[in-house]
């Protein structure tokens, strides 16, 4: 296992994908838009703030208490999240389907149980989050800050 987690940080070095990683994301956003996995996985989709673009990318869902859940495994300033924080939580998840929905940015004193539900059914994240998927929500705590969560909500009607 250290092989492939030294691998996947390998993806990620200095907190952004590397252009291997940038192809293979490419790659599972369109296989996970096309519904062909996992009920788990989609393709998020939103507009970036420097070209206006809509930028897509592979994320896993954690399902907790109810709702759907996204993290950032590489924490606050993946480009994602900042996208998401200048398009106001406005974006677009695809798998089989297109369901227009917004980010909602959840608490860090709330983060601890969702980031354990999704260190569990997301195992590429696990070498980027320093806290293994059955340890105690304390731990989750401690690190709960660094690492964005958001619930997937339905977008607003105007």
């Known amino acids: 296992m250290r092989v492939y987690d030294n691998y996947l940080r390998w993806l990620y070095r200095h ?17 996970f838009a ?5 009920r ?13 673009r809509v930028i897509w990318f592979p994320v896993v869902l954690a399902e907790f208490d109810d709702g759907r859940y996204v993290v950032s495994m590489l924490g606050r300033d993946a480009n994602w999240v900042r996208n998401v924080a200048a398009a ?7 798998h089989g389907g297109r369901e227009k929905v917004h980010l909602a940015e959840v608490e860090p004193g709330r983060r601890a149980p969702i980031l354990r ?7 590429g994240a696990r070498p ?3 806290v293994g998927p059955n340890a105690p929500l ?5 690190i709960a800050s660094d690492y964005p969560v958001f619930r997937i909500e339905p977008e607003p009607v105007d």
């Open 34 to 38: 096309a519904g062909i996995w996992p």
């Open 15 to 31: 907190g952004r994908p590397n252009l291997f990683a940038r192809i293979q994301n490419r790659s599972s956003a369109w296989l």
């Open 40 to 52: 788990r996985v989609a393709a998020l989709g939103v507009r970036g703030r420097r070209s206006g």
């Open 138 to 142: 304390a731990d989750y705590e401690r």
């Open 128 to 130: 980027h989050i320093p």
């Open 117 to 123: 539900q999704y260190l569990r059914v997301a195992p």
């Open 88 to 94: 106001d939580g406005h974006a677009v998840l695809r």
